[in-house]
């Protein structure tokens, strides 16, 4: 976005809900689009927010069994509470976007911490999760454009639990009229890329084109299977979350269109896991390499996105441009 900045020669650093049509995600991705898209957070803001949530909520319990329980070896309530307060920090009511445009904060007296998700006025938000009854079954799309019954009401903390329940991690939450029970959509869907791009054309089905930025969280090693049943069972749970045949798909399909950018950290991330927000040093400086190292693809990317920008509230006629989060 500072890049983005400096070409179109703005005095600040623009926000991704004023360049995107459309803002996805699942498990930690799903979060994220959540704070980008429906609370309309800067770059700076979403990364020192999800530091705050990682840090409350990917504390261990104080006791629990090898190999995790079903429940979760991190505390849900935890994390309903973490998002909660960030919801209240960056609460899109009126009343307290008034209050902080007077430099007023709003994190301890904003009323709305059970905010719903769903928001025509905010840039177009996709959070994915699967039913833990049937997790080969397709995703299902939390769309703050929805304007169907089932899930109408879901705040954003209940959306934020669904997408981020993985296994052994976070216990699953039922939620929305029929109390439907989710998980996060990593297995099968830790790359939803394809998934969203399917959503952006069926919302925007008189775009022609897209701009698409794929963002992920790192390329692991190779997976290969040892000759233990564990080993087997470690292999098989990688293949299943592994986001790397999805980008080879896309990178096949969109070619040198200029429609798909995939930004994927190709070493350092590659152990370092989902709760291991303690490391972000280590994040930042692996990601800030692998950025001075691809800077004529960013600015490939951010020439392709002036290329479809138009005024805030407008869209153009032929683009799309979509940001995936993973």
Not at 83 to 90: A, C, D, G, H, V
Not at 179 to 184: G, L
Not at 203 to 227: N, Q, R, W, Y
Not at 263 to 284: A, C, P
Request: glycine share 8%; with cysteine.
């Amino acid at each position: 976005m500072e890049d983005i900045r400096d070409a179109q020669k703005l005095d600040h650093v623009p926000r991704p809900c004023d360049h995107f049509d459309l803002i996805g995600g699942t498990s930690t991705g799903g979060i994220i689009a959540l704070m980008l898209g429906r609370l309309g957070m800067t770059v700076d803001e979403c990364i020192r927010a999800y530091r705050k949530v990682a840090r409350r909520a990917f504390t261990p319990k104080r006791t629990y069994t090898l190999p995790a329980s079903p429940s979760g070896c991190f505390s849900a309530t935890a994390l309903e509470k973490a998002i909660r307060l960030i919801t209240r920090e960056f609460c899109t009511h009126e009343l307290c976007v008034n209050r902080r445009r007077q430099g007023k904060e709003t994190t301890d007296t904003c009323p709305h911490s059970d905010l719903v998700f769903r928001d025509k006025t905010c840039t177009k938000t996709v959070v994915l999760a699967i039913t833990k009854s049937n997790v080969d079954a397709r995703p299902t799309l939390f769309q703050t454009y929805d304007r169907s019954t089932p899930f109408e009401g879901c705040t954003i903390w209940e959306v934020a639990r669904a997408t981020s329940a993985a296994t052994t991690f976070f216990a699953p939450i039922s939620v929305g009229r029929d109390e439907v029970e989710f998980i996060d959509a990593g297995f099968g869907y830790n790359n939803p890329c394809e998934e969203l791009i399917r959503e952006a054309q069926r919302v925007f089905p008189g775009h022609k084109e897209l701009c698409i930025l794929s963002i992920g969280a790192g390329i692991g090693s190779v997976v290969d299977i040892g000759d233990t049943r564990m080993a087997i069972i470690d292999a098989l749970k990688l293949i299943a979350t592994s986001s790397r045949k999805v980008s080879e798909r896309l990178s096949d399909r969109y070619g040198d269109s200029g429609q798909y950018f995939r930004f994927d950290v190709d070493r350092g991330l590659g152990d370092i896991r989902l709760s291991d927000w303690q490391l972000s040093k280590e994040i930042s400086a692996h990601t800030t390499n692998y950025l001075n190292e691809n800077v004529r693809i960013v600015k490939r990317f951010v020439d392709a996105l002036k290329g479809s920008a138009q005024p805030a509230g407008t869209l153009r006629s032929t683009s799309t441009t979509a940001g995936m989060l993973t």
